[in-house]
């Protein structure tokens, strides 16, 4: 079975600070991995999506990085803001019991909040 | 393009009631899969619809049923409510394959 995983939690830093989300998956037989916002009561906006052949994906300030190997993506923020806070999920696709009938499994999250 | 949309944003039932939410994905996109968000246990899935047919199923009771229609939009039932069914439910819609998920803002089920 599938686990996901996000340390830290929850992060608190100060603006203007270059951070680093991490996210680690138990099974490596992925298809892809997809990182998502979800702003307080809000539904979830899709960040970056790397497929299990790439090593990273950027948009903007954002990075991200992929290692399935070792079952790790990293989220690379740089130079935050205050507006960058929100949580932050990461989500693996596979299939169920490897095969085609695919679906997310989430990691619980991290917070992060960034101090003006 | 118009994303994709849920209705109701927001529900308020009584235990023993039953639900329905309904998601119209984005044009085009055939795959449509519902998701539970809770405090305690995060984001859980529920089920996948493709072309009008359950292609996967999470681990949740009977209770919990879906369906997809030929303009693949999809509506989620919830019947003999429990206080416990008081969710985020959100829906994403893909063109399937190695494509990522969209998602929608979400209904927000609250069961007293």
């Known amino acids: 079975k599938q686990e996901v995983t996000q340390i830290p939690a929850a992060l608190s830093v100060p603006e203007g600070e270059n951070l680093v989300l991490n996210c680690s998956f138990t099974?490596?037989?992925?298809?892809?991995l997809q990182w998502f916002r979800q702003d307080p009561g809000k539904g979830l906006t899709s960040l970056l999506l790397?497929?299990?052949?790439?090593r990273e994906q950027t948009s903007g300030r954002l990075n991200a990085s992929l290692d399935k190997s070792s079952g790790r993506s990293t989220l690379y923020i740089a130079a935050s803001q205050p507006g960058d806070s929100a949580t932050y999920l990461c989500?693996?696709?596979?299939?169920?019991?490897?095969?085609?009938?695919?679906?997310?499994?989430f990691g619980k999250g991290t917070l992060l909040t960034v101090n003006p | 393009k118009a994303g994709v949309t849920q209705t109701p944003r927001y529900l308020i039932k009584t235990r023993g009631q039953q639900v329905t939410l309904s998601c119209s994905p984005i044009?085009?996109?055939?795959?449509v899969s519902w998701y539970q968000q809770t405090p305690g246990q995060g984001l859980q899935f529920l089920f996948e619809?493709?072309?009008?047919?359950?292609?996967n199923k999470g681990n949740f009771p009977g209770r919990f049923s879906g369906r997809q229609f030929s303009n693949s939009r999809s509506e989620m039932n919830v019947s003999t409510l429990e206080l416990g069914d008081s969710a985020l439910y959100l829906c994403?819609?893909?063109?399937?394959?190695?494509?990522?998920?969209?998602f929608g803002s979400g209904t927000r089920l609250t069961v007293v």
């Open positions: 994403a819609s893909s063109l399937g394959g190695a494509n990522g998920y969209t």
């Open positions: 099974d490596s037989a992925i298809y892809n």
């Open positions: 790397i497929q299990s052949s790439q």
């Open positions: 989500a693996v696709k596979r299939g169920d019991s490897g095969g085609s009938n695919y679906k997310l499994t």
């Open positions: 044009s085009g996109h055939r795959s």
């Open positions: 619809y493709f072309s009008e047919t359950q292609r």
